[in-house]
């Protein structure tokens, strides 16, 4: 079960105002809002071990050093990995894209391979297989959505033939919610021996994952949608497939020894974190994670599905509201227009009444494109959202309608 009223109390910015009205944060997909108890990790690191770490024979860079990797083993723990070594730290979910993306297209791709996205990617999952296409001369095939946005499987069996190296998909839309069957995409690529990158941005904080049991060969999220600190993210790779890639960034840390001849590097996770790692970042994810296994996976699944539901019923009471994302299976995320109202014009009136949504193509212009549309009003839930919020968004926009 899911206290509410204890959860909000642990977000010190949802009792705030804006514009003298009380703030209705529905923009979540976007990033969440930290409670207290990564905040003041933060600060406590700062203020009790600060030391750069791996480096340091003395207390304070020991101590640093310990929770950095206590921090690894709790990310290896929540995603179900086998072993921590399989956990790299990056900056968020696009940089451990363009890790891969890189280091494996150097390492396995010539020219005319092919890596299989879909057209509800977010550009994250996007553009950097096209920085490849210049470099190494892979080109991207793309799986085509159906009328309710949901992947076509049979069009993804189609597009996997002898050139396909790699396939990378998003677990849950950021623009339209869908909740894609990341395990039968993944048991069709490996049928072929092709490996599997999961986008889980948008899954890791709504749902229980094992990497494990996906067996997915790699898999991306970011600590700021997770309720964690900015600019820190992971990458869980299979070993043997982490083992495979060359560096991506060079520096201190990644290296066993350096000469002017010749530069060894070190060994797993280390090999791909190069320069002083975000100890803190690392340690207040950590803190996040905990804090959301404390709650419950579980709990936080089924109560956001019941606002999705919610939502998803009042929304569709106001006369000529269309929903993109109408698939069954969906996670969290409501986009929609009303009647020929401006998307953006929506966002900025509601948010004049205190109510955060977010406005246009949520990074993901290739499916607005396909949708035939130039962006959405998108409503994104967490589980400190209640109905009462909900019930506010809808009043909200029905405001917004009858001014038009
Ligand atoms: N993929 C998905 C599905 C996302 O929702 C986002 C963030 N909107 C990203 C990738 C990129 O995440 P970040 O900007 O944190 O690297």
Redesign the pocket.
């Known amino acids: 079960m899911i206290d509410i009223s204890k959860i909000r109390s642990d977000f010190p910015i949802l009792s705030r105002k804006v514009y003298g009205k009380p703030l209705v944060y529905l923009d979540n997909?976007?990033t969440t809002q930290k409670p207290k108890c990564v905040v003041d990790k933060i600060e406590k690191m700062y203020f009790t071990l600060n030391a750069n770490i791996h480096r340091g024979v003395h207390y304070l860079s020991q101590q640093a050093t310990e929770a950095h990797e206590a921090a690894r083993i709790t990310i290896q723990k929540f995603i179900g990995a086998k072993s921590s070594n399989e956990i790299i730290f990056t900056r968020?979910?696009?940089?451990s894209i363009n890790l891969v993306a890189s280091t494996y297209c150097r390492e396995f791709c010539k020219p005319n391979d092919e890596i299989i996205v879909s057209a509800m990617e977010?550009h994250?999952?996007i553009v950097p297989w096209q920085l490849q296409e210049d470099i190494t001369g892979v080109k991207l095939q793309v799986i085509p959505i159906n009328d309710r946005q949901e992947l076509i499987v049979e069009e993804f069996k189609k597009k996997i033939n002898v050139r396909t190296k790699l396939v990378s998909i998003?677990h849950v839309s950021?623009a339209l919610g869908t909740l894609n069957d990341v395990n039968e995409i993944i048991k069709i690529a490996h049928a072929h021996g092709i490996p599997v990158l999961i986008?889980a941005?948008?899954s890791v904080q709504h749902m229980p994952i094992d990497v494990q049991k996906m067996d997915c060969d790699f898999l991306v999220f970011?600590g700021?949608?997770a309720y964690g600190p900015t600019g820190m993210?992971v990458l869980y790779g299979k070993e043997e497939w982490l083992n495979k890639l060359p560096p991506y960034h060079g520096g201190g840390e990644m290296i066993s020894s350096v000469s002017f001849e010749k530069t060894t590097f070190n060994e797993l996770p280390f090999k791909f974190e190069a320069g002083t790692p975000d100890f803190v970042g690392s340690s207040a994810l950590a803190t996040a994670l905990d804090y959301i296994s404390n709650i419950g996976l579980d709990n936080i699944a089924r109560y956001e599905q019941e606002l999705l539901e919610y939502a998803t019923e009042q929304l569709l009471t106001i006369d000529g509201l269309k929903i993109y994302g109408t698939s069954p299976h969906k996670n969290s995320v409501v986009s929609f227009l009303i009647n020929d109202i401006h998307h953006y014009d929506m966002g900025m009136m509601l948010d004049k009444m205190g109510i955060a949504v977010r406005t246009g193509h949520h990074?993901a212009q290739p499916l607005m494109d396909i949708m035939k549309v130039e962006g959405t009003v998108r409503a994104s839930f967490s589980f400190y959202n209640t109905k009462e919020e909900v019930d506010s968004l809808v009043a909200g926009i029905k405001r917004v309608v009858s001014m038009f």
């Not at 968020?92 to 940089?95: L, P, Q, S, V």
């Open positions: 997909a976007a968020g979910t696009t940089e977010h994250s999952n998003t950021n986008d941005a948008q970011s700021h949608k993210g990074c």
